[in-house]
């Protein structure tokens, strides 16, 4: 009888411990929400324990795995003292039934189909046995890091547009604050690179030439802007019209260096959001993105990259 009633609470211990588990894993910071929204008592438990998911499902499976553990060596040693060999085997095979059954299958399918109201009620359970397993867990988890084993927890950017599309359409978040959610993700995923122009090599001047020199070049080439260069390195850029003014108001032999205006410097993987932050803090309009040779060099304007910006069906 004893051994019945032991094996019996044991199941049912790792099948709850198995619904936990499995509720844990469905929800994600979508589910989150939806759950938030309706004020439930343990909110604040709730929104902790998913937030710390990897934290707290660690806690659940070594309970699922110190109760197996202890169950197994408990009810083998008395299965082990009431029945033959015979006896043992069937035991063993209907044991192994049960578990897979009422310990596994079972409490993980009801898990996924009311994963919300498991979270709802057991999420402080789960936080208190987090804290209480804290030292065994360090220990347990000591492994992973010394082998620096881990995941990358930051959301892509098709799980930042699901997120979005998910707030609008439950509500969550109305169409303006979408909109403006959606060019937020496109400043940030979006890089320079992607708005360069695909064409010949790019025009540039020498700092020390005069404008006399040049002037010729640049009457044949306009462009509105050149790239100035100093020593084989860029140096600013260089408007067409100043050249001309320089010319009609004659001051040919002020060097292309004097007349040229200052640039930043960015790379093409700099995002559009870390570009409009560059601008600002250097009061430039335009960016240069230095090539291998000057004349795989380009630039970039500040204009540019705003309407990038708001163009949120691009990238």
């Not at 069937?90 to 009422?102: A, E, G, Q, R």
């Not at 600013?236 to 009609?248: F, N, P, S």
Request: aromatic share 8%; charged share 20%; glycine share 4%.
């Amino acid at each position: 009888m004893l051994l019945f009633v032991v094996t019996a609470c044991i199941i049912f211990v790792t099948g709850i411990l198995s619904v936990l588990e499995s509720a844990l894993l469905c929800i994600d910071e979508l589910k989150l929400a939806t759950i938030l929204r309706k004020s439930p008592e343990h909110s604040k438990d709730i929104r902790y324990v998913i937030h710390h998911k990897d934290a707290h499902l660690s806690s659940v499976v070594v309970l699922i795995t110190l109760v197996s553990i202890a169950g197994s060596s408990v009810v083998g040693a008395l299965a082990a003292q009431t029945f033959q060999d015979i006896g043992l085997i069937i035991f063993t095979l209907l044991l192994t039934y049960c578990m897979l059954v009422f310990a596994k299958m079972l409490p993980k399918l009801i898990a996924v189909r009311s994963a919300h109201q498991v979270i709802e009620i057991t999420a402080p359970f789960i936080r208190i046995s987090c804290r209480l397993l804290k030292p065994l867990l360090w220990i347990t988890m000591i492994w992973a890091r010394i082998f620096r084993l881990g995941h990358n927890s930051k959301a892509s950017r098709d799980d930042l547009k699901s997120i979005i599309k998910h707030y609008g359409i439950n509500g969550v978040i109305g169409q303006e604050e979408s909109v403006l959610a959606e060019y937020a993700l496109n400043l940030r995923y979006r890089r320079l690179d992607e708005l360069l122009k695909t064409g010949g090599p790019m025009t540039w001047l020498p700092g020390s030439a005069t404008v006399e020199t040049v002037y010729e070049k640049v009457r044949t080439t306009p462009f509105k802007r050149y790239i100035v260069i100093s020593e084989g390195e860029v140096i600013g850029v260089v408007l067409y019209r100043h050249l001309a003014a320089a010319m009609l108001n004659d001051q040919k032999q002020k060097t292309v260096s004097e007349l040229a205006r200052s640039a930043i410097f960015l790379e093409p993987d700099t995002s559009l959001l870390e570009a409009i932050e560059e601008f600002k803090s250097a009061r430039a309009s335009v960016a240069i993105l230095p090539g291998k040779t000057p004349e795989e060099s380009q630039f970039i304007t500040a204009k540019q990259i705003f309407r990038a910006a708001l163009h949120k069906s691009a990238g």
